[in-house]
C-alpha cells in the first residue's frame, strides 16, 4: 500500500472527531482508539465487497461497542459503500441521517446489527457465527465459508449477556469468531478499576476460548494477534490494549472522550498532534485511494463465489433460504384438515409441538431451541437432531439456562439469513430475554419466542414462575406480534402467521394446561384478523365476552350461564391485538360493538384492557402477584370460573341499567 | 453428636421425596442431592438462632436454586423453626402453605430471599454481603460481624446475572460471602454437557474468587472445603460434586430426579436404600433431638450480642435503620420551601440529584450508585464517598455495566436490612433489569430505581436508548410503584414518597432535558394522590389533559391555546398512576370526569391511557420506536407540541359535537 497505514487510520480518528464536533454530540473516544485495529482489519483481513454489502459470502463485522457508531460509518465511507455519503456523516445524528447515534442495521447496508444496548452485539455475533457453521454444514465450503468479527468494549464484557453468549460459543467451539476487546480501562464512569478488578482473558479461557494479547496502536502486533486467532481452532478474544481518543492530546486515555465532543480546541489540538492538515469532513486524494482499493480487495473473491453459486445444484435452495422466502406449499393446511378431523384437547404447549412437526418437516430453515426447558417448551421435535459442535447440520440448540443469550443468537441467526429459529422459555423469563426481544422488533428479525406456562394456570411453581403482567407489557413493544391462542386449531394459525411473517418477530404464550380444541370446523386463518367472534349470541345480544388463551374456554361457560338465564352474549376470542388493531374501523366495531357491556377475561393484568372494554366495561383480571397451588385451585381463588364472573357480570349489567 | 450426621441428612432426603410426593409436584433431585452438605452447614457452622429468626446479626442463607425448596423445608422445620410445621410440609405447594413452589421470604421467616429466577439469589447474596460489610464498616464487630451462604446449581451459574454479581462480589473482595455450587452435572434438559463445556472454577478464579473442591456427600471433605473458604480473605467458590436425587436408586444421577415426583415406586425404593423405615412425614426421636439440639447451638452467641447491643451507644440508631423507620426530622420539607422560593428550570435528573443532596445528608442509610452512569443519571451527591473493598463505609457504588446485578444486590441490601439502597441507569434498560425489579415488588423491598432519559427527550442517542413501551409496561407490575414527576418540586415529592414507602420498590423515570419549574406555591405533596388537577379550566372545560413528566409542560402550552379560542381545559399531573388508582372514586371523578373530552399526553405508548380517557378519548403518544436526532427535532417530529395537538383536539371536539 502507497499510503502509510497510520494515515489511514487517522481519517478514521478526523471523520470521528469532526462528526461528533458538528453533531456536539456522540463518542469519539472508541473510534479514535480503535482506529488502528480497525484499519488493519479491514484493509487485509476483512472479506466484503462494497460494491455488494449483502454478498451472502461476506465477512460480518459487528460492532458490539455501537456508541462508538462513528467507527464503523467511517469504515464503510471510506471503503467504497455507497452510503453512507461524506453528507451522511456530516449529518451524524440528525434526523433522517443513516449515521444514527447507534448503528442501524435497518437505516445502512454494511450495518450488520443495531448496536448499543451493550453485550447484545456480542451475542448477536455468535448467532451469526453459528448459522455461518449450519448453513456450511448444509451447503458447503463453495458456499458458505466466511467468519464472524466483533468489536467489544469493557461494557459488552461486563453485561451478564456476554457470559451466556460466550459459554455458549466456546461450547459449539465457533472457531470462525473472533473478538477483539477495546481493552483502554475505561468506562463512563471513569477507570474500570472503580467496578472491576477481573481478569478477562483467564475468564475466556475458562469458556474454551483461545485469548491473544496485543497493542492496539501497534499495527504489526495487532497483525500477529489476528493470524494466531486464525491459527487456532477455537473461538478467538483478541485483548487489544488501546488508549481511549487516541491522537487527542488533552484527552485522550480519560472518560472525557468517551461520550462528549472533545471541544473546538481538543480538535484542533488533535490535528496538530495526527498532523492531519485537512479541513473537517476532507480527505486527501492519496488516502482516499488506498482505502478505495483496499475496499476492492476482495471482488476477485467475491466473483468466484458467484461463479461457484451459478455452478451449483443447490443455487435456488441457498437463495431462496438467504432471501427468507418459505418453501412453494409450506402452507398446505393438511395439518388442519387433520385437526377438523381429530379434535385435540391438549394444552396450546403441545399443540405448539404438533404444529411444529409440521412445519420443520415442511421447512428446513428452521432451527429450534429452548433455554433448558425442552420437555416443557415442547420445542423439540422427533426429527430433529441437536446441533452441536460435532455436528452443525443439526437444526435443534440446547442453549441451556441462558435465556438472554438464546434471544441475542436467535437475533444473529435471523441477521445472518438463511435461517428462522425459534426459541424456548417459561413466558415470566421472557422478562430475562427482553432487551433482546426489543432488539428483535426493532432490527425486523423474525425471531419466534416460544413462551409456555403463561399464567397461573402453571400451578404450583408459585408467583415466581408466574406471568400476571408479560403478556400485556410485551403486547406494547413496538413491532412485536404477541400470540395467545385458545386451541390447538389457533395455535396452528398463530405458528403459520409468526412464519409468514418476514419482517419482524413473534411471541407465542401458550399454556401448561390442557384445553379443548374450541374451533370444530375447517376455516381460513380466523387469527389473521387477531380477534374474531368465535361464538355468537343466541339470546338478545347484552354481553361481548373477550377472551384469549386459556380463558376463551372460560368465556364461553360465562356465555353458556348467562345464556341460560335469557342474556345473549357473544365470545370473542382475541390471540393478537396488533393484528386486530389494524383492522379496518367496520370489523373492529363489529366485533366490539357499542351497547352491549363489554367485558375482557384474561388471568393478567387489567390495565390495558381499557382498549377494547373502555371505562366503564369489566375486565377480570389479576392484578397481583399469584401463589402457589394446584391451577385448579388458583382459578378458583382468583376468579377466573363461570361462577365467580357470572355475578360480576349481572352486577354490572344492573348498574349500567339503572346508571 | 449421638446421631450420626449422614441420617440426619436423610432425614432432608425423606422429607423432600414425600412432599414431593406428597403434592406430586416439585423438585426432589437437589434437596436429595445437597442434603450432605447442607447438614454440615447446618448443624456446624451457620449462625442462627431459630428462636429468633430474625437476629439481626445472624448468618444469611440464600437457597438460589429454589427449585430445591424442600432443602430449606427441611432445614427450617429440622432445626426447630416454629415454622414450617409437618403440616405445613405436608401440604407441600398447596394454596396458604408456607411451603410454596419456591422459597417465598414473605412467607416464612428463615426464608431470606425468594428465589427461583434462576442467578437471583446468587445476586441478592451480593447484596446482603455488601450491606453486612457496610454495616460492619459503621456498627463495628459488636453489633454486625456475620457471613453470606449460598447454595447454587448449575443454572444459576449459566444466567449472566451471576457473571455481573460475581465480578461485582471480585472487585470488593466480599470475603465473608461463601457459595456452594451444586456441581450434580445435570440440567432439566440432561447432562451439562448438552450446553455448557466451561471451567466454572476458573471462571470464578478469574474474578478474584477464592475456589475449592469437594465431594459432596463425604462429610468430613465438606468441612475441609468449608474451612478452607473460611480461611481464605476472598469470597469462596465451592465446587461440590454430587449425585442429584441421591439415594433414590434407580433415577439418582438423572434429569428424571429433577423436577418431578420420584413415584411411588421409587420412593419405596429410595426408602430400603437409604434405610429409612419410617412413614412419610415421621422423624424418629433421635434424629429429631440430634437436630434440635443443633439449632440451638448458637443461642449463647446470641445472647452475648443482645447483651453487647444492650450496652452499645449506637443500639437505638442500629435498631431504627434494622427495622426500616426513617429518622425522625427527615421529612422536614425546608427543600420544599427553597424551591417555592426560588424555582428551578433543570431536568428532572438533576432534580433528583438536588432532592437527593437532602435526603442523604439526612438519612444516613441511604446507599446510592449507577450502572456506569453516574453522570448522566445524577445520582451521587457531593459528600458521597465510594463504598469500595478498602472502604465499606462509603455510601455510593459504582456498579460497572451491570444492571441486572445491580437490581439483585439492591434487592439483598433491604432484605439484609439496615441500608436503602437507589440506583441508576437509562430507562430503556430497566429490561435489562426487569427480573430484578419483578423481584423487589414481590419481596416488598424498598429498593429505588431512579431511571433518567426517560423517552425520546434524550435525543440523539436514537431508538436503542429511547424507552417507548417502558414507562407503561412497568405500571403493569404489581407492587411497584412508577413516578415520572413533571418539575422538581414532584421530583422531590416522589423521593418522598418512595422512601416513606417501606413495603415496596418504586421507579423514578427522569428527563435528560430540562424542563420548567411548574409548582410554584408550596403545598401539601400532591403527588401522594397520584394525579390532581395542576391548572383549572378558566373557559367553560371542554376538555382534560391528562400528562406526565415532560409531557406536562405541553400539556399546559396545549391548555393555553386551546383557552386562546374559548375552550376550557383542565391540565391533570399524572406521576403515579397506581397512587392514582387507589384514590376514592369521587376524588377520581373530580380529576377524571364524565363529559369533557379527555385527552393524554405522554411520549410513549398509547396502549394503556384507554384507562383514563376511554375508548372515544383521544391519546397523544408514540407507538413506534424513536429515532436518533435532537430532542426538539423529534418532539415535532412525533408530534408532541401544541401546534400539533391542538388540531387533533379539535378535530374530536368536532367529531364528538358531531357524532
Not at 461524506?86 to 435497518?106: K, M, T, V, Y
Not at 477455537?234 to 481511549?244: F, K, N, V, Y
Not at 418437516?361 to 459442535?389: C, F, H, R, Y
Not at 371505562?615 to 382459578?635: C, K, N, Q, V, Y
Amino acid at each position: 500500500m502507497a499510503v502509510e497505514q497510520k494515515l489511514l487510520a487517522n481519517a478514521i480518528r478526523a471523520l470521528s472527531m469532526d462528526a461528533v464536533q458538528a453533531a456536539n454530540s456522540g463518542h469519539p473516544g472508541m473510534p479514535m482508539g480503535m482506529a488502528d485495529a480497525a484499519t488493519v482489519l479491514w484493509t487485509e483481513y476483512l472479506k466484503h465487497d462494497p460494491a455488494d454489502p449483502r454478498w451472502p459470502d461476506r465477512d460480518r463485522f459487528i460492532l458490539s461497542a455501537g456508541h462508538g457508531s462513528m467507527l464503523i460509518y467511517s469504515l464503510l465511507h471510506l471503503s467504497g459503500y455507497e452510503r453512507p455519503t461524506i453528507d451522511d456523516i456530516r449529518n451524524f445524528r440528525q434526523l433522517g441521517s443513516p449515521c444514527a447515534g447507534h448503528p442501524e442495521n435497518f437505516m445502512l447496508d454494511g450495518v450488520e446489527t443495531t448496536t448499543g444496548p451493550l453485550g447484545q452485539g456480542f451475542g448477536m455475533a455468535v448467532g451469526m457465527a453459528i448459522a455461518e457453521r449450519h448453513l456450511n454444514a448444509v451447503f458447503g465450503d463453495d458456499l458458505v465459508d466466511h467468519r464472524t468479527w466483533v468489536i467489544a468494549g469493557d461494557g459488552d464484557l461486563m453485561e451478564g449477556v456476554n457470559h451466556e453468549a460466550a459459554g455458549l460459543a466456546g461450547h459449539l467451539k465457533l472457531g470462525r469468531l473472533i473478538c477483539f476487546w477495546d481493552d483502554n480501562r475505561i468506562t463512563i464512569d471513569g477507570s474500570t478499576d472503580l467496578s472491576t478488578s477481573e481478569d478477562i482473558e483467564a475468564r475466556y479461557a475458562a469458556y474454551g476460548w483461545h485469548t491473544v494479547r496485543c497493542d492496539g496502536h501497534d499495527m504489526d502486533d495487532v497483525r500477529r494477534a489476528i493470524d494466531a486467532a486464525l491459527a487456532d481452532p477455537r473461538p478467538s478474544l483478541i485483548a487489544c490494549r488501546t488508549i481511549i481518543g487516541w491522537g487527542a492530546p488533552n484527552k485522550m486515555g480519560t472518560a472525557a472522550t468517551h461520550g462528549a465532543a472533545l471541544g473546538e480546541d481538543e480538535v484542533k489540538a488533535a490535528r496538530a498532534h495526527l498532523v492531519w492538515e485537512h479541513e473537517p469532513f476532507e480527505l486527501p486524494d492519496d488516502i482516499r485511494d488506498a482505502w478505495l482499493e483496499a475496499g476492492r480487495r476482495r471482488q476477485g473473491d467475491h466473483r468466484a463465489w458467484r461463479e461457484r453459486l451459478d455452478a451449483s445444484p443447490h443455487k435456488d435452495e441457498f437463495l431462496r433460504r438467504m432471501e427468507g422466502r418459505l418453501p412453494e406449499g409450506a402452507a398446505k393446511g393438511d395439518y388442519f384438515d387433520w385437526l377438523a378431523a381429530n379434535p385435540q384437547k391438549v394444552a396450546t404447549r403441545k399443540a405448539s409441538e404438533m404444529a411444529l412437526e409440521a412445519i420443520n418437516a415442511a421447512i428446513p430453515e428452521t432451527i429450534g431451541g429452548s433455554a433448558d426447558l425442552t420437555g416443557s417448551n415442547n420445542t423439540k421435535t422427533k426429527g430433529q437432531k441437536p446441533l452441536t459442535a460435532a455436528d452443525y447440520s443439526g437444526r435443534y440448540i440446547y442453549y441451556g439456562i441462558r435465556e438472554f443469550g438464546m434471544g441475542a443468537a436467535m437475533n444473529g441467526m435471523v441477521l445472518h439469513g438463511g435461517v428462522i429459529p425459534y426459541g424456548g422459555t417459561f413466558l415470566v423469563f421472557s422478562d430475562y430475554c427482553r432487551p433482546a426481544i426489543r432488539l428483535s422488533a426493532l432490527q425486523n428479525a423474525r425471531v419466534i419466542y416460544v413462551m409456555t406456562h403463561d399464567s397461573i394456570g402453571l400451578g404450583e411453581d408459585g408467583p415466581t414462575h408466574q406471568p400476571v403482567e408479560h403478556v400485556m407489557s410485551l403486547r406494547m413493544m413496538p413491532g412485536l406480534d404477541v400470540y395467545r391462542p385458545c386451541d390447538a386449531v389457533e395455535t396452528a394459525e398463530c405458528w403459520a402467521l409468526a412464519l409468514q411473517r418476514s419482517d419482524g418477530p413473534s411471541l407465542l404464550a401458550l399454556t401448561r394446561q390442557n384445553l379443548p380444541q374450541l374451533r370444530l370446523e375447517r376455516t381460513e386463518n380466523l387469527s389473521a384478523r387477531g380477534g374474531y367472534r368465535l361464538r355468537a349470541a343466541q339470546a338478545g345480544r347484552k354481553v361481548v365476552l373477550i377472551a384469549t388463551g386459556s380463558e376463551v374456554e372460560v368465556a364461553i361457560k360465562v356465555a353458556d350461564a348467562l345464556e341460560g338465564q335469557g342474556i345473549g352474549a357473544d365470545v370473542v376470542s382475541m390471540p393478537c391485538w396488533s393484528l386486530f388493531d389494524v383492522q379496518d374501523a367496520a370489523y373492529r366495531a363489529d366485533i366490539l360493538p357499542e351497547g352491549p357491556l363489554l367485558v375482557s377475561i384474561e388471568a393478567g393484568t387489567t390495565l390495558g384492557w381499557e382498549r377494547y372494554v373502555g371505562r366503564h366495561g369489566l375486565s377480570i383480571g389479576l392484578d397481583r402477584f399469584g401463589a402457589s397451588a394446584p391451577a385448579e385451585d388458583l382459578f378458583k381463588r382468583f376468579g377466573f370460573t363461570a361462577e365467580a364472573i357470572v355475578p360480576r357480570i349481572l352486577e354490572s349489567l344492573a348498574r349500567s341499567r339503572s346508571g
